[in-house]
């Protein structure tokens, strides 16, 4: 598997160099457990360019998922999975780095073709919104955003991405190159039958407001994190 890093301008040029482990050999895997269903594409023109949207239902959460595609992708395209965030992504809260990523995401795709897969009922790493503002509510008591889960007897990360697997199944991709930080979703998506080809930095979205959180998800949660922080 190679690594290609981004800056946070996505118009640079992406350059190539080798990652951990890992090689770029097909392996036949069972296919995503979690059960999705194609419901509509339609075209919707955004700021970061016009998009195909198609929506997912997915069968064992309920949630309503969405692909976000730019031209037609094919295996080695870009794709981000990317969790919501509505404090990151609607109110442009600097405690996380969630905003600025979807953005740096889209941009991506936008230029260079791909898939940006949005994940509904992520909120807060998958724990949920009201539980999400509990542990923002702790951590100002000085816990870390790992153990403030922990004492809300929650986990420390949630997220399933099975569906994500299915959904890039149906759109026919077996091999992608993932544009992320955290090898959890890589772990996931090759459980599911999906190739990652590369892991693809974003280094988006540092802020002095969100230097502990990203110190954390490096130090204590494993995430490959290239920011100044």
Do not use: W
């Not at 073709?113 to 100002?140: D, F, P, S, T």
């Amino acid at each position: 598997m190679t690594e290609t890093c981004f800056s946070t301008n996505p118009s640079s040029p992406p350059t190539t160099t080798l990652s951990e482990g890992g090689d770029n050999t097909c392996t036949v895997r069972p296919i995503a457990i979690s059960g999705v269903t194609f419901e509509v594409e339609t075209t919707i023109p955004t700021e970061h360019g016009t998009f195909q949207f198609r929506a997912y239902h997915d069968l064992v959460t309920g949630s309503e998922h969405l692909a976000i595609v730019s031209g037609t992708p094919t295996d080695g395209c870009f794709v981000r999975v990317h969790s919501e965030c509505l404090t990151g992504e609607i109110f442009q809260s600097h405690k996380c780095e969630c905003g600025p990523q979807l953005d740096s995401a889209l941009n991506i795709i936008n230029q260079y073709g791909g898939v940006v897969i949005y994940m509904r009922g992520h909120e807060g790493r998958g724990i949920g919104l009201i539980n999400k503002l509990k542990a923002y509510r702790l951590q100002e008591t000085g816990l870390d955003t790992l153990d403030a889960n922990l004492a809300l007897g929650l986990p420390a990360d949630d997220r399933d991405y099975s569906a994500a697997a299915a959904i890039l199944h149906d759109l026919r991709l077996r091999a992608v190159r993932l544009l992320t930080n955290n090898p959890d979703k890589v772990g996931q998506l090759t459980k599911h039958g999906i190739t990652v080809l590369e892991r693809v930095p974003l280094t988006a979205g540092a802020h002095p407001a969100n230097s502990a959180y990203l110190r954390t998800k490096r130090d204590r949660m494993g995430h490959l994190l290239q920011h100044t922080i």
